[in-house]
């Protein structure tokens, strides 16, 4: 099956001519017929225009221009602007929206002839750790269909797990690739934030958000972010760096480097199958070479509180654009301007949007902005010093994804909270800004994915993929859902 190959094995295949890229696009979608009834991964499927852009690409490998990506069936998240596509956020909000422009990432895939099957499912604005919260349809785990595949980039990472398209787009504002990777048992990247654009991604929480991949294994990541990254005038917060490989690495030995283990990271709230993966996954670390040394992260336990606060702090400011006035939904039957803006909204947004959407216009209003939002903000400068302190002691820096593998559908809906906290190990990174990479570390009694997350200094994603690659290598784990 053509669908269940990685890029580079496809990249490999075309180059010899062995296979033509419509092949790939007809064997992903007989897959997505086969079971996207049951993943229910996708918002909009795009077969017409795949194989179109299939044919783009086979002449540009007829005439030699082959790149890592050309000809490879991919899915993007519905939040990445796609010219002429739907990008509906998953919201009733933007149910119809038509972008008439791609996302700089999206210009970057054509450029290299990648191939678009469709756009997936997600948290409603990307906010939501289970890909419950999508005003659409909910997306089930390939591994337990009973399960949630993890959110807010829940659609993308089951796409991948199940075989329904051979890598994806997704975004990450507080774990929102890394913690779905991890729950799907496949690899997905948060980059240094300023390294992929953001322009063309709706915005969430912009001083967080970070577009990034989610792939089968680390060689496709590092092909897919190599196609991405880079500088783009088009974002202010864009960082000044050149295109690189960055797969450059791969294969190098990681004898001598020294990996961090956070004393937090075994806190409570950790279920025990994942703390002995953890052990084991150090264990395996230790057996390549790698020295281990005990780190701490003293102002963690505050991140979760953190993040709460900014990031619906600048949801409410992104969102106050949704009105009902220039685009996206509009409620036809208000008499008047105010019940048309509160109709609209109250309307248009789903219950959790509305939660974080209150909760950051209250932190942000006359009298409380101090005691909330500015707290915060200093609080999460002490967090990204406890990683610049910790990276003068270790080279990387490793902890569980999430404190449970997947949980089930609707187990934590009622509660908030306890849906807040299976991100604790995911939203100090984004607050920090550094890179972050999840990827399979040992399956549950339950044969449920349990993630390993490794965390560099900023802009460090090339030696990043070399430890996790290393990793990867010396786990071995070749176990797929059974669909």
Request: aromatic share 8%.
């Amino acid at each position: 099956m053509l669908a269940a190959k990685t890029i580079h094995e496809l990249h490999d295949l075309l180059v010899k001519k062995e296979i033509r890229p419509q092949e790939i696009v007809e064997d992903v979608f007989k897959r997505i017929e086969a079971v996207e009834d049951k993943v229910k991964a996708y918002l909009s499927l795009t077969k017409e225009l795949a194989l179109k852009q299939a044919e783009e690409a086979e002449k540009k490998i007829l005439k030699g221009e082959v790149s890592p990506l050309t000809g490879i069936s991919l899915a993007i998240k519905d939040n990445i602007c796609t010219e002429g596509i739907k990008t509906t956020c998953a919201s009733k909000m933007l149910e119809n929206f038509v972008p008439p422009y791609d996302a700089t990432v999206i210009k970057a895939l054509k450029a290299e002839g990648a191939v678009m099957v469709g756009k997936t499912n997600m948290d409603e604005f990307a906010m939501g750790s289970s890909t419950e919260n999508s005003a659409f349809q909910i997306t089930h785990n390939p591994w337990d269909l009973d399960r949630v595949p993890g959110g807010s980039s829940g659609g993308s990472a089951a796409a991948v797990a199940a075989d329904e398209c051979i890598a994806a787009l997704g975004s990450d504002t507080g774990g929102s690739i890394r913690q779905p990777a991890g729950f799907c048992g496949v690899v997905g990247v948060k980059p240094t934030y300023g390294c992929v654009s953001r322009f063309g991604l709706v915005a969430f929480a912009s001083s967080l958000d970070q577009i990034g991949p989610l792939a089968k294994d680390v060689r496709d990541a590092a092909i897919l972010l190599s196609a991405i990254a880079g500088h783009d005038p088009y974002d202010s917060t864009s960082a000044p760096l050149e295109k690189k490989d960055y797969a450059q690495k791969i294969g190098e030995e990681i004898k001598g480097i020294k990996i961090g283990v956070p004393k937090e990271a075994f806190g409570e709230g950790l279920e025990e199958e994942v703390k002995t993966t953890l052990e084991r996954n150090i264990q395996i670390f230790s057996d390549l070479g790698a020295e281990v040394i005990e780190v701490s992260l003293p102002h963690l336990e505050y991140a979760v509180a953190v993040y709460y606060i900014i990031a619906p702090a600048e949801a409410s400011s992104n969102l106050a654009r949704y009105d009902g006035v220039k685009y996206g939904f509009r409620d036809k039957e208000a008499g008047n301007l105010i019940d048309m803006y509160c109709q609209t909204r109250s309307k248009g947004f789903g219950p959790e949007v509305k939660r974080r959407i209150m909760l950051g216009t209250y932190v942000l209003s006359a009298g409380y902005y101090d005691a909330y939002y500015k707290k915060a903000s200093q609080v999460r400068t002490l967090i990204k010093e406890d990683f610049l302190n910790a990276f003068k002691q270790c080279d990387f820096i490793i902890t569980p994804v999430s404190p449970t593998p997947a949980f089930k559908i609707g187990e934590k809906t009622d509660d908030p909270l306890q849906m807040y906290l299976s991100d604790i190990y995911t939203i100090p990174i984004n607050l920090a800004g550094v890179p972050a990479i999840s990827l399979p570390g040992g399956l549950s009694k339950d044969r449920l994915p349990i993630g390993l997350q490794i965390i560099g200094p900023h802009f460090s994603e090339v030696e990043l993929f070399k430890v996790a690659y290393q990793f990867e290598q010396a786990l071995g784990m070749k176990e797929k859902p059974e669909l």
